[in-house]
């Protein structure tokens, strides 16, 4: 087993209006499945974590980014569809979490897009 791995995260999803719910994630699992299963406001995961659609985009704070590393490239295509997208767009489904993510801060936008599913 690596080390770490049955640890849990608490992860921090922030709301437009400044309105914060920590949310305990498993490591090994995705900011998407974690968001699922706390009822995460904004966060539809449409394609449920197939990475075909932009329904999970969040904003990793700043301070996370090398944490959680930059978007593969399917995962970078995918956000072209995105809304209002930066330089700390990711798609929760493609951001796994381990030990390292305790503390993480994603911000959720105010709006996702909807790809025709």
Known sequence: MIAGASQNSTITFVQPDGTQQDVQARAGGSLMEAALRANVRGIDAKCRGNCACVTCHVYIDPDWQTVVGPPAALEESMLDFAED?????????????????HGLIVHVPAEQRVLGL
């Open 85 to 101: 997208v930066d330089n700390r767009s990711r798609l929760s489904c493609q951001v796994l979490v381990d030990r390292f993510c």
